[in-house]
Every structure is written in structure tokens, then in C-alpha cells.
């Protein structure tokens, strides 16, 4: 064998003699006993992430440097999504190993993560730690608006942005800038809507028909819709001490009991903010051969018969009209 040749396995059996007798093998970490640098509660929105970093001993008080443990995400609900998840998890972000791990948030609701030590079969839990993650929006799934108004809705954090949907087949209604600030149009022409009581006459009510629109939140990839009900100032009527108004989307449920003199009252109040409005009504009875109203509301019954008498807000455009029956003695 050439010399050279015998000179290179020399150096190639020495490497290999270095290479096994070169130290012990690292051993594994230690068993984690108690961990400790979580909070027991974040705060998040959609979009949001957290980093958790836990500090783990052993059963003799000493720290562990890089420990095996194991997280698991919960939801509040069991038959809820996630709304939150680790980042770079398995199974979907519902598990996770290592003890620094990124939560990021999904949706509005509840989770807790949990977590153990991978090599004890009990699974006691080490620690827990819950996230409340609110809506984005920072508002109802569905918020009245009313005609003519400029409101600014909710931002969050400054990189939420708002658009109109371009998913939902709803009407682009008023005007809407990335920040939030949602400009309403002026109230369309009053339409009669006609409704249908269970035990009275149908009545009507004059005023502007309610709109819809859709409106999105963005933050970091994660959306949330809202649907904007516009209506008018002034809407809800209420007459003789009983529920006669149309409810924010639906129709009033009137009744008025049949009497020889009834004393009515009928006020108005805004729908987005329930605030009575002081205007008295001006109240006008078409038939003063059935019936006859004062200023004040006093209906006196000439006869036996059915009509109706009518309630206005001039200075709103507002008119209800209010069925009543007498029967006769």
C-alpha cells in the first residue's frame, strides 16, 4: 500500500477514535415539576397575537433549561371554533411543544390554553392561561344608524380598516372612509307601511322605510361584518299607555280597547338612542260623525262604528294612524 495512502487512514482511524471517546451524550432535560411567568388572562382582538414564555423547575426547585412540555387549546364552548390558536401548532393550532409559543386570535369569544408535562402520564396540569377575545367591529353585529347622520365607528387599533362588503348582496349605502367614519344619507321618501295586528284593525304609518348595508372590519387578515339598519329620526309612536310602535325592522302591535271616551297619548322617541322627543302631538279625527279628539287627546264616541284617528309630529314628518272601534252601549 502506498504511503500516502497508509499516511490518510492513519489520520482517518484517529478522527474516529476522537469522534467516540469525545464526551457523554447530552442527557435529556429534566422532568418538569411547576412552571411559572403566565398571566392568568389576555385581552385580544381578531388578528391579535401574544407570545407565552414559561419558566420551568424540576421537583427540586431547580430551573430547567429548555423544557418538553405541551400545550393544548380549549374553546369556551365545546361546540364552538376556536377563537384562538398557536401559531405554529399542530392539528390545526389546537397543540403545540416548547415553552415559548404564539397565540394569535381568530374570532370573537372565549379559549384557554392548557398546559403538562409530555412525560407524565397523569397530564396534571402545570398551568392555565384564558383569552377573552373581543369583536373587532367594537360593535353589534347589527347597529342602527340614523338617515343623515355622521358616526364614527369603532377602531380598535390603528391598523383597522373599514369597507363596505364586497360579499353580501346589500345595497353601498351612504359613505365610508378606511378609518371608520360612516356618513349616513338623507332619509328617503316617506313610504306607508300597512300592518296587521292580531286583534285590531291594520293601521299605518308614514314615515322613511328602513335600509341595510354591510359594513367590514379588517385586522391582519381577520374580518368581521356588520349590518348598518338605517332609519329615521323619529319612528316609534306610542298611543293610549300600550306598545303601539314599530320596532327597530318590525311592525307595531296595536290594540285599542273599545270605550265611549279614551283618553290618548302618543309620543315619538329616536331609535338609535331612545331619547323621548318633547313634541306633543296634533291629533285629528277624519270621521267627527264616529268620533271626536281635543288637543289634550280625549276621544269622545258619537256613534257605534270603526275608523281612525291620527296622531302628527309635523315638525318630524311623522303620522301614525290609530284605529278605534265603539261598539254601542
Known amino acids: 500500500m502506498p504511503s500516502a495512502h497508509r499516511s490518510l487512514l ?12 469525545g464526551g457523554e451524550p447530552t442527557p435529556p432535560p429534566a422532568p418538569v415539576a411547576r412552571v411559572e411567568g403566565l398571566p392568568a388572562l389576555v385581552a385580544l382582538l381578531p388578528g391579535d397575537d401574544t407570545t407565552l414564555t414559561v419558566t420551568a423547575y424540576d421537583a427540586d426547585g ?36 416548547g415553552a415559548r409559543q404564539t397565540v394569535r386570535a ?7 390554553a392548557t398546559l403538562h408535562a409530555p412525560g407524565d ?14 369583536r373587532l367591529a367594537g360593535t353589534a353585529a347589527q347597529t342602527t344608524m340614523v338617515y343623515g347622520r355622521t358616526t364614527q365607528l369603532a377602531r380598535l387599533r390603528p391598523t383597522v380598516t373599514w ?8 345595497p353601498r349605502i351612504g359613505a365610508l372612509t378606511p378609518e371608520g367614519r360612516y356618513t349616513a344619507p338623507p332619509a328617503p321618501p316617506d313610504t306607508t307601511w300597512t300592518v296587521y295586528p292580531p ?3 291594520s ?13 367590514v372590519a379588517t385586522h391582519r387578515g381577520v374580518s368581521e361584518w356588520v349590518e348598518l339598519r338605517l332609519v329615521p329620526a323619529v319612528w316609534v309612536v306610542r298611543s293610549n299607555g300600550r306598545s303601539v310602535y314599530v320596532p327597530r325592522g318590525g311592525a307595531p302591535d296595536v290594540s285599542l280597547a273599545a270605550a265611549q271616551a279614551v283618553g290618548l297619548m302618543a309620543w315619538a322617541e329616536e331609535p338609535a338612542t331612545g331619547r323621548l322627543l318633547s313634541d306633543a302631538p296634533t291629533w285629528v279625527s277624519p270621521d267627527t260623525t264616529l268620533a271626536t279628539v281635543d288637543a289634550a287627546g280625549v276621544l269622545h264616541f258619537r256613534r257605534a262604528g ?11 314628518g311623522l303620522e301614525t294612524r290609530v284605529p278605534i272601534i265603539y261598539e254601542g252601549p
Open 199 to 201: 286583534r285590531s284593525s
Open 203 to 215: 293601521q299605518t304609518i308614514v314615515g322613511a322605510p328602513p335600509l341595510r348595508t354591510s359594513v
Open 62 to 97: 431547580r430551573r430547567v433549561d429548555a423544557p418538553d412540555v405541551a400545550w393544548t387549546m380549549h374553546s369556551d364552548v365545546d361546540v364552538n371554533p376556536l377563537s384562538a390558536r398557536f401559531a405554529d401548532g399542530e392539528g390545526n393550532g389546537r397543540t403545540a411543544r
Open 10 to 21: 492513519a489520520r482517518l482511524a484517529a478522527l474516529l477514535l476522537v469522534t467516540a471517546c
Open 163 to 170: 369597507q363596505f362588503d364586497p360579499e353580501v348582496q346589500l
Open 121 to 134: 402520564t397523569s397530564r396534571r396540569e402545570l398551568a392555565r392561561v384564558a383569552f377573552a377575545v373581543g
Open 306 to 316: 270603526g275608523g281612525q284617528l291620527i296622531a302628527r309630529f309635523p315638525a318630524y
Open 106 to 112: 381568530l374570532m370573537a369569544g372565549g379559549a384557554y
